[in-house]
């Protein structure tokens, strides 16, 4: 399928599969990000996916087109 340069995936709605979309991110990795939504209720901004043990500069570089913390889609 490859990466789609259209989607946008919220880390704060979306679900594993949804996160596995993003490139760097697998099923583990998608797991501890939901695990640490679950802890702080939400991520106020993308770069507080560094908050996930494995997340650093590069994968959020790589992934900034693609990832949302809007609330709402409009």
């Keep these: 399928l ?4 259209e989607f946008i995936v919220n880390i704060n ?5 949804e996160l596995i979309k993003l490139s760097g991110i697998g099923p583990s990795l998608a797991s501890r990000i939901l695990k640490k ?3 702080i209720g939400k991520f106020n901004s993308v770069n507080e996916l560094k908050l996930v043990k494995g997340i650093g500069d590069k994968i959020i570089e790589r992934n ?3 990832i949302s913390i809007e609330e709402n889609n409009e």
Excluded at 2 to 5: A, L, N, Q, R, V
Excluded at 13 to 17: E, G, R, V
């Design 2 to 5: 490859g990466h789609d340069k």
């Design 13 to 17: 709605l979306a679900d594993k599969q």
């Design 37 to 39: 939504r679950q802890e």
């Design 64 to 66: 900034l087109n693609n």
